[in-house]
T-cell receptor
């Protein structure tokens, strides 16, 4: 079954700690995305990547970092510089063409200890 | 920055009634998409309408697009309790390459049995 897997489902961060959220896809999609969703709100783009070893900042990249070493994987690190990291994080992937739907994982909920 | 604005923010109806949600956006688009999100889950793509299309149907869903007014509507006919979810519009800006989308704030739909 093709899809996107995000792990862990729940994650807790201590003060001053970096944490990494995993996102893996087996849809053979070139593009991958990370979004942040706060309660009752829409999605805001953190980073996206359209090709291996290349990625671009989205609207709220400060305090986050990513890597794209493999086509299937796009991990997101929430650094200690992100002062308000509590949110629901969603990973998505799509084909590279302009009129393509995005396919989403089931998210990681990050909280502060 | 949020491109799309959904209206209403919340909608509560009885099973069997129709539900209409509206989306307005600010810049020229290549396509507009609608997604559904059940509580605590990822988004699921529902339907895509291109900028040169005016109306599209998929099962009980009907989407319209008015590029002169920069607005779209999603109609769900004969609603069911299982349609209870948040619905988001997302726009693919005309000037960008690739499949990057900008999401609105969403409409929370509650269908009462």
């Amino acid at each position: 079954d093709g899809g996107i897997t995000q792990s862990p489902k729940y994650l807790f961060r201590k003060e001053g700690q970096n944490v990494t959220l995993s996102c893996e896809q087996n849809l053979n999609h070139d593009a991958m995305y990370w979004y942040r969703q706060d309660p009752g709100q829409g999605l805001r783009l953190i980073y996206y990547s359209q090709i291996v070893n290349d990625f671009q900042k989205g609207d709220i990249a400060e305090g986050y970092s990513v890597s794209r070493e493999k086509k299937e994987s796009f991990p997101l690190t929430v650094t200690s510089a992100q002062k308000n990291p509590t949110a629901f994080y969603l990973c998505a992937s799509s084909k590279i063409k302009v009129d393509q739907p995005q396919h989403f994982g089931d998210g990681t909920r990050l909280s502060i200890l | 920055s949020q491109q799309g604005e959904e209206d209403p923010q919340a909608l509560s109806i009885q099973e069997g009634e129709n539900a209409t949600m509206n989306c307005s956006y600010k810049t020229s688009i290549n396509n507009l998409q609608w997604y559904r999100q059940n509580s605590g889950r990822g988004l699921v793509h529902l339907i895509l309408i291109r900028s040169n299309e005016r109306e599209k149907h998929s099962g009980r869903l009907r989407v319209t697009l008015d590029t002169s007014k920069k607005s779209s509507s999603l109609l769900i006919t004969a609603s069911r309790a299982a349609d209870t979810a948040s619905y988001f519009c997302a726009t693919g800006p005309e000037e960008t390459s690739g499949s990057r989308l900008t999401f609105g704030e969403g409409t929370q739909l509650t269908v009462n049995p």
